[in-house]
């Protein structure tokens, strides 16, 4: 079955420290790969996908992410986090079969928290 | 351009009494999703809309949820009776197509915030 793993429930970063959050994925086919922040009390913000083409893809918001197939990951990565990037990061695969195109998967996601 | 508006953001209800959410979805998607997000969790699809026919409702417990999307613009989700369990944030998003074709580039709205007591 389909699912994604994101092995870190919560990361402190300090203020302009790179970041790095993880994301492995089971799916047998081809994935289209996404992050989306959650900031407290608004609904999901797209910050990249990924569905074919160059492994590296830039984001909103100075975020990249990379897809290794070898590996099943998609993380997120950021070279300097600034506190308004404290959110809750979540990592998606689409369902691509039949008519449901557009269903994600959702991960549990990464809580950050930014010291200053 | 109009983000995804979802009402109310916030209801208090008793077990076993009924809900309903409404959502209206960026003018011009074709495709509108409910999700449920319980806390600590990633958002769950409950139900998948294209226009006004039912694309994906597998995991919509039918037994006491049920959706609706007429005229294939604004949607609402209905619970009845709730359930202790369902305490959760209800997410709607809507989707274009491109090339014909949906994609999981989806706009969510805030969000509707149940507790059930």
């Known amino acids: 079955a389909q699912s994604v793993t994101q092995p870190d429930i919560h990361i402190t970063v300090s203020e302009g420290a790179s970041l790095e959050l993880r994301c492995n994925y089971s799916y047998g086919a081809t994935p289209y790969l996404f992050w989306y922040v959650q900031s407290p009390g608004q609904g999901l913000q797209l910050l990249l996908k990924y569905f074919s083409g160059d492994t590296l893809v830039q984001g909103i918001k100075g975020f990249e992410a990379e897809f290794k197939r070898s590996q099943s990951s998609f993380n997120l990565r950021k070279p300097s986090v600034h506190w308004s990037d404290a959110a809750e990061y979540f990592c998606a695969v689409e369902l691509n079969y039949g008519g449901s195109q557009g269903n994600l998967i959702f991960g549990k996601g990464t809580k950050l928290s930014v010291k200053p | 351009e109009a983000g995804v508006a979802q009402s109310p953001r916030y209801k208090i209800i008793e077990k076993r009494q009924s809900v309903a959410f409404w959502c209206n979805p960026i003018?011009?998607?074709?495709?509108l999703y409910w999700y449920q997000q319980i806390l600590g969790q990633g958002p769950k699809l409950l139900i998948q809309f294209q226009n006004n026919g039912v694309v994906d409702d597998s995991q919509l417990p039918k037994d006491r949820f049920s959706a609706e999307r007429l005229k294939g613009v604004d949607s609402t989700l209905k619970i009845q009776p709730a359930k202790l369990e369902d305490s959760a944030v209800y997410l709607c998003?809507?989707?274009?197509?491109?090339?014909?074709?949906?994609?999981?580039?989806?706009?969510f709205g805030e969000g509707s915030r149940l507790t059930v007591l």
């Open positions: 003018s011009g998607h074709a495709t």
């Open positions: 998003a809507s989707g274009a197509s491109t090339s014909g074709r949906n994609t999981g580039e989806l706009f």
